[in-house]
């Protein structure tokens, strides 16, 4: 059996993890130990249960999922990243920072317990647009450093609805996706516009594009 810690900020969403684990996979195949909602809550979970692979949000309160992994350094536990971000930066990051693998919360509940057996068997897994982000690094295609750069101005909650916006969400669309009111997300894009000193949504679309971001 396979133990399991999910860490998410959002309880609906761990509550659906959770359904669709229990409904996807084998009896007795998985056990489900503990949930989390920030970093703190995460570190002591995991220190306490020992699972056999973390399901780990990358954008957390706290410091984020590669906090996470930076201090359970010494745990014996596999990390498996499930992130609604897609984005190289965020991809590339959170497997330096030690998870074994990325996949995004797009994923069925028959792919997700196939991951999380592959993980905690020593495999890597990736989607096969992800692991290109992860080769294009290596290979020196991607310049991480001057991303993480302009990265860095911004929130992580601002990063989120920064990517969002510029794939041309509705900011309705942006508030249901984060669980948060239009008018947080109103506040976030005029911060991330001001911060990244761009006048429009046009010219946020061509700076995330350009970063290769979306």
Avoid at 37 to 55: C, F, G, K, Q
Wanted: hydrophobic share 45%; proline share 2%.
């Amino acid at each position: 059996m396979t133990r399991v810690v999910i860490v998410d900020d959002h309880a609906m969403f761990r509550a659906g993890v959770r359904a669709e684990l229990q409904g996807a996979a084998a009896p007795g195949a998985l056990d489900i130990v503990a949930e989390a909602e920030d970093v703190p809550t995460a570190v002591a979970a995991i220190r306490e249960h020992r699972p056999d692979v973390v399901l780990l949000d990358v954008h957390l309160p706290g410091g984020g999922g590669i906090e996470v992994m930076r201090q359970l350094g010494g745990v014996d536990a596999r990390f498996l990243a499930l992130s609604v971000s897609d984005a190289a930066e965020d991809v590339i990051g959170t497997i330096r920072g030690g998870a074994r693998g990325y996949v995004t919360k797009t994923i069925t509940g028959t792919e997700l317990v196939d991951a999380i057996r592959r993980v905690a068997e020593g495999d890597a897994v990736f989607s096969p647009r992800l692991a290109g982000f992860v080769l294009d690094a290596f290979a020196g295609s991607i310049e991480v450093a001057a991303v993480d750069e302009d990265l860095d101005r911004l929130t992580e909650r601002e990063r989120e609805v920064m990517r969002l916006i510029a794939r041309g969400y509705a900011y309705k669309e942006v508030a249901k996706e984060l669980f948060i009111s239009v008018k947080t997300v109103e506040t976030h894009m005029s911060s991330v516009l001001r911060k990244l000193q761009l006048s429009s949504r046009h010219e946020l679309t061509r700076w995330a594009s350009d970063r290769r971001l979306l």
